[in-house]
């Protein structure tokens, strides 16, 4: 039972921290895993998991790697290929050699050995990590697919290494000539076996189409089980698993696949499947780190053996000597290979590089493969050395946040796809000459509005996802400052008598409605205090003013509605809005300005509509339901007209008719209901 409980609360903990990074997208996820990791070592279910490196290495890191090497730009590997197969391999084992002879210089009590094995646990480099911290800002190119190709394949080398070191630390004879051999077979091997893998499971699908036995469940199972059986079929003959994983998703991804309604089905359900399992496996990866790390963290901080502020001092040393040997083995290895190139790698590629070197959880698990015991004597610098490497991969991944931002070239900012900003507003004047041209209903005005409302949000959508987080943290806190405003202009006129109790919880209820803030996340303090703060503050002085507007629900049948009254309101706060953002007016966004500005203009027009009530009700009618459908139909017409005369390509003109199906199928289901 308890095993199930421990369970349920990583499947809690793995989605809180997704939702987390959602609404604080600043922080990253994997440093939310971890912190959530280290919260429940500190729990008794915590002490309860029993971490296995080769359970972890086969049941987590191989699939992670079977996924990125089915997202692998093969193209862009192979073109830097060389520089990559010296980092995933060379800088692995110059990686050990730096880091392990200066453990053993401040540790000679340590074996050589296992100070080597130290150095090679901290050889590979962590993509998932690497991934995390780069995904936001503007990196070359060729830095990204060095980054991705060494991801894919230092894990192997990493690990083998390891094991070389950890059989010289048993049995005290160590080759280099042997150790490099027998590196080079398990490489090869473990492609050998993902290549195998691959051809068996392509005769097997082959024989069930033969036999008329096609079903989209069992080819789903098959690739699901594609990076298990390679790995540790890899594994029974003694290669690398992990690169047998790799090999066989580059494979699996580059087979032909025919169009069809079978094949497409099998498309779109594996992608889904697959992002869920990325996602978990990844989030599982960052957790179990923060649980070792409060693991391995205890017995030896309160341990006298040494001081606490020697082994920091450690720590930090080991890292300083990690990036600049790795620093120093990327600029050298570019120095000789573009010594006759007229084309160079700059300084800050070579930073990146650098700093992008970030180590992960398969150096945790690498570190916990170490013998309890040596020569039938424990092995009692082993918990010393678990210490130490969860502590350098921990500042390995605060040093890439902070180092890898100053070095890029900026937040990255997603490219606004000017034509389907183009298409969204010729529906919206389509919609616009129809409410000016067409004799309507007040209820048929009032849905069209709210429709144009609908394709208005769609626009700042798009126009907010290309937008860099600095700008969007811009934007939440004028959205966050305009909000304030308006509730602390509304509080003093009810306070004052100057609006009727009806006219102060309607307004209110609109202003939950249609205030600014239309995605709440928590970018920055200032408007985590606009937001939340200042809110929970009116909540607690004013306890019975929030029950009154939370207890009026319904407000179609609310006697005498002052449509008038609510224009004022909406006046005198305009002025108070426009007087306070005066003071700032030097840090406001034109753009985001008009916008917002265009936002509250809709809500005044819908103030002075005879029917104030159905605007909060309005998306519930079939009338609503009647008018959306026509836009997505008038929608795909202005697609299909634009993919004719060639303004867009058949491919955006497909993702643009998928967005519209899925909201139409969406509206339809819900009208259903």
Not at 98 to 120: E, Q, R, S, V
Not at 360 to 367: E, F, P, Q
Not at 498 to 514: D, G, K, P, V, W
Not at 619 to 638: C, D, H, N, W
Request: with cysteine; proline share 2%.
């Amino acid at each position: 039972m308890e095993f199930i409980e421990l369970l349920i609360i990583i499947a809690i903990t793995i989605t809180f921290s997704n939702i987390l990074s959602k609404i604080m997208p600043t922080v990253p996820i994997f440093f939310a895993q971890i912190f959530f990791g280290i919260l429940l070592g500190m729990t008794k279910y915590g002490h309860e998991v029993n971490f296995q490196p080769e359970i972890f290495l086969v049941m987590i890191i191989a699939p992670l790697l079977f996924r990125e090497g089915e997202e692998a730009d093969t193209a862009s590997i192979a073109k830097n290929f060389s520089t990559i197969l010296f980092l995933a391999f060379g800088g692995v084992i110059l990686t050990l050699i730096a880091l392990g002879f200066t453990l053993h210089l401040f540790f000679p009590t340590i074996p050589l050995a296992a100070c080597l094995a130290f150095g090679a646990a901290l050889g590979p480099t962590d993509a998932v990590a690497v991934g995390s911290l780069a995904k936001k800002l503007k990196m070359p190119n060729k830095v990204i697919h060095i980054l991705a190709g060494e991801g894919l394949l230092n894990d192997a080398s990493g690990v083998t290494a390891f094991q070389f070191a950890v059989t010289a630390l048993l049995t005290g004879a160590f080759s280099v000539l042997n150790a490099s051999i027998t590196l080079l077979i398990s490489s090869i091997g473990g492609a050998l076996v993902g290549f195998a893998v691959v051809w068996i499971k392509n005769r097997i699908v082959r024989f069930i189409e033969q036999v008329a036995a096609k079903d989209v469940i069992s080819y789903l199972l098959i690739e699901l089980l594609l990076p298990f059986v390679a790995y540790v079929l890899a594994e029974m003959v003694g290669v690398s698993g992990i690169i047998a994983a790799v090999v066989a998703e580059v494979l699996q991804s580059k087979r032909h696949q025919r169009i069809t309604l079978f094949d497409a089905e099998l498309s779109n359900l594996s992608e889904s499947i697959w992002n869920t399992i990325g996602f978990t496996l990844n989030a599982l990866v960052f957790l179990f780190l923060g649980i070792e790390l409060s693991e391995v963290f205890s017995p030896v901080w309160t341990d006298r053996t040494y001081s606490n502020l020697w082994l920091l001092m450690i720590v930090l040393l080991l890292v300083v000597v990690l990036f600049v040997a790795r620093f120093l083995i990327i600029r050298l290895f570019f120095w000789i290979k573009e010594a006759k190139k007229s084309e160079k790698t700059t300084f800050r590629e070579i930073c990146l590089l650098t700093f992008g070197g970030v180590k992960g959880t398969v150096s945790l698990a690498a570190i916990f493969i170490l013998p309890l015991s040596v020569d039938g004597i424990a092995f009692e610098q082993r918990a010393l050395l678990l210490f130490l490497t969860a502590c350098v991969i921990f500042a390995s991944l605060l040093v890439g946040m902070f180092a890898l931002p100053f070095f890029s070239d900026g937040e990255y900012e997603k490219p606004i796809d000017v034509k389907e900003l183009d298409i969204l507003n010729t529906v919206i004047n389509y919609m616009q000459k129809k409410l000016e041209e067409e004799q309507l209903t007040d209820k048929e005005e009032v849905a069209i509005e709210a429709v144009i409302d609908q394709y208005r949000m769609r626009i700042w959508e798009l126009t907010t996802e290309g937008l860099t987080e600095t700008d969007q943290k811009r934007i939440q806190e004028l959205q966050a400052l305009m909000v304030t405003i308006e509730q602390e202009g509304l509080d003093k006129m009810y306070q004052k008598e100057e609006i009727t109790q009806t006219s102060y919880i309607l307004y209110n209820r609109l202003l939950e409605r249609y205030e600014m803030v239309n995605q709440q996340k928590f970018l920055t303090w200032a408007s985590v205090w606009l937001m939340i703060g200042r809110r929970f503050l009116r909540i607690l002085f004013h306890p019975k003013r929030f029950w009154k507007i939370k207890q009026q629900k319904d407000f179609t049948n609310y006697p005498k509605i002052n449509v008038d009254e609510l224009a004022y309101i909406f006046e005198e706060n305009t002025k108070n809005i426009e007087r306070r953002l005066k003071v700032n007016e030097t840090k406001m966004n034109t753009n985001v300005r008009s916008f917002l500005s265009g936002r509250r203009e809709m809500l005044l027009r819908r103030l002075y509509h005879r029917n104030i009530t159905s605007m909060i009700s309005i998306e519930k009618s079939p009338i609503y339901k009647k008018e959306l459908l026509q836009g997505y139909t008038f929608e795909r017409k202005i697609i299909d007209s634009y993919e004719a005369n060639k303004e867009i390509t058949s491919y955006s003109a497909n993702s643009y008719r998928q967005n519209v199906n899925l909201l139409e199928s969406f509206a339809i289901s819900k009208t259903a209901h």
